[in-house]
Protein backbone atom coordinates (compact mmCIF):
# COMPACT_ATOMS: atom_id res chain seq x y z
CA UNK A 1 0.00 0.00 0.00
CA UNK A 2 1.39 3.71 -0.93
CA UNK A 3 2.20 5.42 2.27
CA UNK A 4 -0.24 8.82 2.35
CA UNK A 5 1.33 11.59 2.19
CA UNK A 6 1.87 13.82 5.30
CA UNK A 7 -0.27 16.80 4.77
CA UNK A 8 0.28 19.87 7.08
CA UNK A 9 -2.54 22.88 6.89
CA UNK A 10 -1.28 25.45 9.37
CA UNK A 11 1.70 25.22 12.09
CA UNK A 12 1.13 26.01 15.58
CA UNK A 13 2.92 28.92 14.65
CA UNK A 14 0.56 30.44 12.71
CA UNK A 15 -2.28 29.90 14.60
CA UNK A 16 -0.75 31.40 17.52
CA UNK A 17 0.03 34.42 15.42
CA UNK A 18 -3.30 35.25 14.44
CA UNK A 19 -4.90 34.55 17.81
CA UNK A 20 -2.53 34.99 20.72
CA UNK A 21 -3.78 38.99 21.41
CA UNK A 22 -7.48 37.74 21.01
CA UNK A 23 -10.46 36.95 23.76
CA UNK A 24 -11.73 34.68 21.42
CA UNK A 25 -10.76 30.86 21.60
CA UNK A 26 -10.02 29.23 18.73
CA UNK A 27 -9.36 25.27 17.25
CA UNK A 28 -6.10 24.47 16.39
CA UNK A 29 -6.01 23.49 12.70
CA UNK A 30 -4.74 20.06 12.23
CA UNK A 31 -1.22 19.40 11.05
CA UNK A 32 -2.65 15.96 9.18
CA UNK A 33 -6.04 15.12 6.93
CA UNK A 34 -9.24 13.78 8.49
CA UNK A 35 -8.18 10.51 6.83
CA UNK A 36 -4.66 10.08 7.44
CA UNK A 37 -4.86 8.74 10.92
CA UNK A 38 -6.31 5.30 9.17
CA UNK A 39 -6.23 2.50 9.87
CA UNK A 40 -6.26 3.16 13.47
CA UNK A 41 -8.79 6.46 13.72
CA UNK A 42 -11.50 6.75 10.71
CA UNK A 43 -11.89 9.19 9.14
CA UNK A 44 -15.64 9.28 10.40
CA UNK A 45 -14.53 9.31 13.99
CA UNK A 46 -12.20 11.79 13.28
CA UNK A 47 -14.74 14.18 11.58
CA UNK A 48 -17.16 13.70 14.61
CA UNK A 49 -14.37 14.58 17.02
CA UNK A 50 -12.89 17.30 15.79
CA UNK A 51 -15.50 18.85 13.78
CA UNK A 52 -18.63 18.39 16.23
CA UNK A 53 -17.30 18.04 19.50
CA UNK A 54 -14.34 19.69 20.20
CA UNK A 55 -15.60 22.81 18.04
CA UNK A 56 -18.92 22.20 20.46
CA UNK A 57 -16.44 22.70 23.79
CA UNK A 58 -14.31 25.74 21.70
CA UNK A 59 -18.40 27.40 21.22
CA UNK A 60 -19.67 26.81 24.62
CA UNK A 61 -15.62 27.89 25.74
CA UNK A 62 -16.45 31.43 24.06
CA UNK A 63 -19.38 31.74 25.37
CA UNK A 64 -18.84 30.80 29.15
CA UNK A 65 -15.95 33.51 29.20
CA UNK A 66 -17.99 36.06 28.27
CA UNK A 67 -21.14 35.09 30.94
CA UNK A 68 -18.48 34.68 33.88
CA UNK A 69 -17.26 38.16 32.50
CA UNK A 70 -13.60 37.17 32.44
CA UNK A 71 -11.10 39.03 30.37
CA UNK A 72 -8.27 36.96 29.07
CA UNK A 73 -6.53 35.96 25.98
CA UNK A 74 -5.19 32.23 24.46
CA UNK A 75 -1.80 33.32 25.01
CA UNK A 76 1.70 31.61 22.87
CA UNK A 77 1.48 28.70 25.21
CA UNK A 78 -2.03 28.06 26.10
CA UNK A 79 -1.36 30.18 29.63
CA UNK A 80 -5.21 31.81 29.35
CA UNK A 81 -6.22 28.02 29.30
CA UNK A 82 -4.09 27.09 31.41
CA UNK A 83 -5.00 29.90 34.16
CA UNK A 84 -8.39 29.21 34.14
CA UNK A 85 -7.69 25.86 34.78
CA UNK A 86 -5.82 26.11 37.50
CA UNK A 87 -8.72 28.48 39.11
CA UNK A 88 -11.22 26.68 37.89
CA UNK A 89 -13.49 26.65 41.17
CA UNK A 90 -13.92 30.06 40.61
CA UNK A 91 -15.81 29.33 37.81
CA UNK A 92 -19.48 28.39 36.70
CA UNK A 93 -19.72 24.68 36.13
CA UNK A 94 -20.20 25.75 32.59
CA UNK A 95 -16.55 27.33 32.62
CA UNK A 96 -14.76 24.64 34.31
CA UNK A 97 -16.58 21.62 32.09
CA UNK A 98 -15.86 23.64 28.46
CA UNK A 99 -12.69 25.14 29.55
CA UNK A 100 -11.58 21.67 30.43
CA UNK A 101 -12.61 20.16 27.54
CA UNK A 102 -11.24 23.05 24.87
CA UNK A 103 -7.71 22.20 26.46
CA UNK A 104 -8.01 18.34 26.63
CA UNK A 105 -8.94 17.94 23.01
CA UNK A 106 -5.91 20.46 21.93
CA UNK A 107 -3.61 17.89 23.39
CA UNK A 108 -5.66 15.17 22.18
CA UNK A 109 -5.77 16.05 18.29
CA UNK A 110 -1.89 17.87 18.58
CA UNK A 111 -0.66 14.37 20.07
CA UNK A 112 -1.47 12.14 16.56
CA UNK A 113 0.02 11.63 13.42
CA UNK A 114 0.08 9.52 10.93
CA UNK A 115 3.20 8.55 10.58
CA UNK A 116 4.19 5.86 12.62
CA UNK A 117 7.06 7.02 15.32
CA UNK A 118 8.54 5.59 18.73
CA UNK A 119 9.75 7.16 21.66
CA UNK A 120 13.25 8.62 21.59
CA UNK A 121 15.51 10.80 23.37
CA UNK A 122 14.72 12.10 27.09
CA UNK A 123 11.18 11.26 27.24
CA UNK A 124 12.10 7.24 25.98
CA UNK A 125 14.76 7.29 28.86
CA UNK A 126 12.36 8.79 31.24
CA UNK A 127 9.58 6.35 30.51
CA UNK A 128 12.44 3.35 31.23
CA UNK A 129 12.98 4.43 34.42
CA UNK A 130 9.88 5.08 35.51
CA UNK A 131 8.20 1.51 33.57
CA UNK A 132 10.76 -0.72 32.30
CA UNK A 133 9.93 -0.57 29.16
CA UNK A 134 8.20 0.50 26.22
CA UNK A 135 5.57 -2.83 26.00
CA UNK A 136 4.74 -2.46 30.03
CA UNK A 137 4.35 0.98 29.86
CA UNK A 138 1.60 0.60 27.09
CA UNK A 139 0.07 -1.83 29.70
CA UNK A 140 0.09 0.16 32.57
CA UNK A 141 -1.52 3.26 30.41
CA UNK A 142 -3.93 0.81 28.87
CA UNK A 143 -5.17 -0.75 32.28
CA UNK A 144 -5.72 3.39 33.32
CA UNK A 145 -7.87 4.09 30.42
CA UNK A 146 -9.76 0.99 30.79
CA UNK A 147 -10.20 1.29 34.76
CA UNK A 148 -11.83 5.22 34.32
CA UNK A 149 -15.54 4.25 34.59
CA UNK A 150 -17.52 6.21 32.45
CA UNK A 151 -16.32 9.11 30.42
CA UNK A 152 -13.16 10.80 31.11
CA UNK A 153 -9.32 10.78 30.19
CA UNK A 154 -6.26 8.75 31.19
CA UNK A 155 -2.72 11.05 31.69
CA UNK A 156 1.16 10.96 31.61
CA UNK A 157 2.13 13.66 33.54
CA UNK A 158 5.67 14.56 34.74
CA UNK A 159 6.53 15.65 37.74
CA UNK A 160 9.44 16.48 39.99
CA UNK A 161 10.28 12.80 40.73
CA UNK A 162 9.47 11.46 37.33
CA UNK A 163 6.66 9.90 34.60
CA UNK A 164 3.37 9.43 36.47
CA UNK A 165 -0.21 7.71 35.25
CA UNK A 166 -3.38 9.54 36.20
CA UNK A 167 -6.92 9.46 34.98
CA UNK A 168 -9.97 12.25 35.36
CA UNK A 169 -13.81 12.16 34.88
CA UNK A 170 -15.81 14.11 32.64
CA UNK A 171 -13.68 16.60 30.94
CA UNK A 172 -11.58 17.36 34.13
CA UNK A 173 -7.89 17.92 33.56
CA UNK A 174 -4.67 17.14 35.82
CA UNK A 175 -4.21 21.29 36.19
CA UNK A 176 -7.26 21.49 37.94
CA UNK A 177 -6.28 19.92 40.79
CA UNK A 178 -4.51 22.37 43.06
CA UNK A 179 -1.83 19.96 44.43
CA UNK A 180 -0.76 19.14 40.66
CA UNK A 181 2.61 19.92 39.86
CA UNK A 182 4.10 19.12 36.78
CA UNK A 183 3.63 18.89 33.36
CA UNK A 184 0.92 16.98 30.78
CA UNK A 185 2.87 14.67 28.33
CA UNK A 186 0.04 13.02 26.42
CA UNK A 187 -3.98 13.08 26.94
CA UNK A 188 -6.05 10.35 25.99
CA UNK A 189 -9.87 10.51 25.86
CA UNK A 190 -11.64 7.87 27.05
CA UNK A 191 -15.35 8.92 26.11
CA UNK A 192 -17.12 6.81 23.89
CA UNK A 193 -17.52 9.55 20.96
CA UNK A 194 -13.72 9.40 20.50
CA UNK A 195 -14.25 6.00 19.55
CA UNK A 196 -17.49 4.19 19.35
CA UNK A 197 -18.09 4.63 15.53
CA UNK A 198 -14.99 2.27 14.52
CA UNK A 199 -14.33 0.57 18.27
CA UNK A 200 -17.92 0.24 19.47
CA UNK A 201 -17.55 -1.14 22.86
CA UNK A 202 -14.45 -2.14 22.21
CA UNK A 203 -12.17 0.47 24.39
CA UNK A 204 -9.07 -2.10 24.70
CA UNK A 205 -8.50 -1.95 20.49
CA UNK A 206 -9.21 1.56 20.73
CA UNK A 207 -6.70 2.31 23.06
CA UNK A 208 -3.96 -0.09 21.21
CA UNK A 209 -4.98 1.86 17.95
CA UNK A 210 -4.74 5.34 19.71
CA UNK A 211 -1.35 4.42 20.73
CA UNK A 212 -0.27 3.13 17.55
CA UNK A 213 -0.76 6.75 16.06
CA UNK A 214 0.95 9.10 18.72
CA UNK A 215 3.21 11.51 17.92
CA UNK A 216 6.31 11.19 19.69
CA UNK A 217 8.23 14.16 18.69
CA UNK A 218 5.14 16.17 19.88
CA UNK A 219 5.46 14.11 23.62
CA UNK A 220 9.12 14.77 23.45
CA UNK A 221 8.75 18.31 23.09
CA UNK A 222 6.21 18.33 25.64
CA UNK A 223 8.55 16.99 28.23
CA UNK A 224 11.51 19.05 27.44
CA UNK A 225 9.45 22.12 27.77
Do not use: C
Request: charged residues 25%.
Amino acid sequence: MKKMKHVKYFSLTDLILESSNVSEFRRHPLAYSLSSIEPYIDKETMDEHYNVHYKKYTENLNSAISEDGINVVMGENMEGIKKILREVDLYSNKLRNNAGGYYNHFLYFQGLSPDKKNPKGNLRKAIMDKFGSLSNFKKKFTEAGLSQFGSGWAWLVSKEDGLEILTTPNQDNPLMDPMFRGEIILGMDVWEHAYYLKHKANRKAYIRDFINALDWEVLENRYNG
